[in-house]
């Protein structure tokens, strides 16, 4: 028993932190169930290209205009609360989706309701995994999100598997069981007492809001979300195009969640070593090469390599703005902050990429597509890159003027 490894794992095996951890494994296995598929559902469902784009786009509209104030109702009235009635009703909806959504107009309405309630999972995830690292709990976030990317790989292997026996559909009601499971795991979890119910001075909202600094940086998130949406949204088309099989096409998803596991350790080494914005920019630009790759290639075995470069296009990229964001925020109006950052990656962003990758692709191949989203990247990489100079600049000059 004195054994120090033996120690290590009776710790992990009993620490409070596990309910946290499952939830992370749980909600992003939920997320990989349905999202990545939804787009090759709705083609088997007789939906032209633009007519894809634009349903694929709803859940990030819905986002986009809803999750602010779900943040706001969050922050007001408690975290877990929230999040457990939009557990159930979510996945509710999973399940009447492919029950009931036959046709363009069911479709959509059961597609809105989902999303309504689908929403503010995975921030309200992340707000109280916030919460859970501030109570001195002896954890990182990195180390709790860390758990999602497992669970991703989870959810897409699954579903991978279980299309063939039971059809793509099969995707929404893995997507509603891993949510029932994220609900179950949370029910002895208490969140830390300043997250249940706050004073909020909505004067001090203004200083969220009118921050130079952060709305340009979620304005380059939106412009990068556009590029990786149609990493996310269409890449299972992608591979069908070029011949990949189900199995191949769940397992390629699968590596994406797992090649970002060594990059949640190596952003909180990065993070301890530069700002978050520079850490931004590596991301940018390892996404102007992965799009470059995918229009170049056509052999469904490389796009297993591709994948792995999820790690360093989406997990940098993320890791780095959720510390930004958090940095620029008031702490009673942390869940705000992170909403703002959903809205604009998942919302804003989502919506435009899927709007303009599914018009792109009634025109052309997803390969076509590709190549014209990695030059439009490659500006934004570019245009990001002086935008964080000059503001790094100017950050210098104000706190040597302070400082003097």
Known sequence: MKNPLVKRALGLAYSRNNPIRAAFVFGFASLASWMPLFSVWLEDAGLSGRQIGVMAAIPWMVMLFLQ?????????????????????????????????????????????????????????????ALDHVDSGEGISYSNIRFWGAPGYGLGALLTGWLIPVFGVQVAFFTGAGFLILLM???????VAARSKSIDIEFRDLNRVISNGLLISFLLIIVAVAIGQSAITSFLTLYMRQIGASPEITGTAISIQAFSELPFYFIAAWLLRRVQPNRVVLIAIFGTVIRLFFYSINGNPAHVLFIETMNGI?????WIASVEFVNEMVPARWRTTGQSLLWAAYFGAGSILGNVISGRLYQQMEMQKVYSILSGAILLVALAA???????????QWIDGSVSG
């Open 184 to 190: 179950f795991s949370l029910l002895r979890f208490h």
């Open 68 to 128: 602010p104030l779900w943040g706001i109702i969050a922050d007001r009235f408690g975290k877990l609360v929230c999040l457990k009635i939009s557990l159930l009703a979510a996945a509710i909806f999973f399940i009447s989706l492919p029950l009931f959504g036959s046709g363009i107009p069911s479709i959509a309405l059961f597609t809105v309701l989902l999303s309504i309630f689908n929403a503010p999972v995975l921030p309200l995830l992340d707000s109280i």
């Open 385 to 395: 890159t002086l935008i964080f100079l000059v503001l790094n600049r100017k950050k």
């Open 313 to 317: 296009t989406w997990t940098l990229l």
